[in-house]
């Protein structure tokens, strides 16, 4: 559905996106995963037209960006960074506008509005102006508008941020919910989005696609080896940092131990396990066992930047992620 190849594009010395390829089937939802200025916006826009590449081509449903934009517009979606909307219309008025800009017959205008709102769940809002909507509801109305022509792909560049927790976990339900219907491509920099609301997932930085993988594929790749946190009470006749590094390194399944401060009467250690071992139970019982007093063990997830490191052996992160 969507097919991307050697995609280049400048802006006067910047390389935002550098020869970035890659192919979307359809029905298919994909995350975008890159830190700040990676090129995710810049990329969507060429997808949706809005840039022309330097080099390289795209292309959507068959059509290309460059030859047939119009045939391309006719099948996106496309809910930008700040949502296009116009705050002194009413909701229903401006999606109104918008299905009439795309093109729907006036005909089926009225059953398309009903459709959009209760997909949204915006229908209460229907008669109130954009400008005194909250952001969760003005975010839905993008959507809205995203799909009211009922397009083959939706491209959504990061429709999460800056929602409270509340309008994240309903917007990224709604979201799968269109997936199946359409083929959707949308951008974020935070891993676990992509985690719960995707298939597949690219992660680009500085311009250059790092991996292409299933969610799964990745979640499996990235946390085969875990590193944990372990914290041990450091006062009161308690042992030497140096005794419990020997005592957590003896741990069956674990790689490598670093003491990383004490502090605060705590010793800090993170461990890393070796690929595929769950280690916690082993190291809880190793410290306590030892007379010890176990203050915190928790799981440490990966931040984006140790991700790139892992996937790129260190290359993407060489010059400091943003
Ligand atoms: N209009 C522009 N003119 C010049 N440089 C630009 C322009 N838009 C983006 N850039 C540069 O291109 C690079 C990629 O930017 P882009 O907005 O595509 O990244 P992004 O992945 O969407 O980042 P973010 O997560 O911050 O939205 C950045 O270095 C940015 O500074
Ligand atoms: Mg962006």
Redesign the pocket.
Same mark, same amino acid.
């Given at each position: 559905m969507i097919k991307v190849e050697g995609l280049t594009k400048r802006y006067a010395r910047t390389v935002a996106v550098d020869n970035v390829s890659f192919e979307v089937q359809k029905g298919q939802i994909v995350g975008f995963l890159g830190p700040?200025?990676?090129?995710?916006?810049?990329t969507?826009r060429v997808l949706t037209c809005f840039l022309p590449p330097s080099a390289g081509t795209a292309q959507v449903a068959g059509y290309d960006v460059l030859n047939a934009p119009m045939d391309v517009k006719k099948r996106i979606g496309y809910l930008p +960074?700040s949502p296009p909307l116009y705050p002194e219309m009413e909701v229903s008025e401006y999606l109104q506008f918008v299905g009439r800009l795309k093109g729907i017959p006036r005909g089926d205008l009225a059953r398309r509005l009903d459709e959009v709102t209760g997909r949204c769940a915006i229908g209460d809002v229907r008669n109130k102006l954009i400008g005194k909507l909250s952001k969760g509801y003005r975010q839905r109305v993008g959507l809205a508008q995203a799909i009211i022509h009922n397009p083959d792909v939706l491209i959504l560049? +990061?429709p999460t941020a800056g929602l409270d927790p509340k309008q994240i976990i309903e917007t990224r339900q709604l979201i799968k919910h269109l997936a199946g219907d359409h083929t959707i491509i949308l951008?974020t920099h935070i891993l676990p989005e992509v985690e719960q609301t995707c298939e597949q997932v690219i992660i680009i930085s500085k311009g250059k696609v790092v991996a292409t993988d299933s969610v799964e594929n990745l979640t499996n790749r990235l946390r085969g080896a875990e590193t944990v946190a372990v914290e041990v009470e450091a006062s009161n006749g308690a042992p030497e940092a140096g005794a419990v590094l020997q005592r957590l390194e003896q741990v069956a399944g674990v790689a490598r131990v670093l003491h990383r401060e004490t502090k605060n009467g705590r010793h800090v250690f993170e461990v890393e396990s070796l690929q595929g071992q769950a280690v916690r139970p082993a190291l809880a019982r190793g410290v306590v066992e030892a007379g010890w007093n176990l203050v915190e063990l928790r799981a440490v997830s990966l931040s984006l930047e140790e991700i790139f490191l892992q996937l790129t052996g260190g290359d993407a992160a060489a010059g400091g992620v943003q």
């Open positions: 700040n200025g990676a090129g995710k916006t810049t969507m +960074e560049d +990061e951008s």
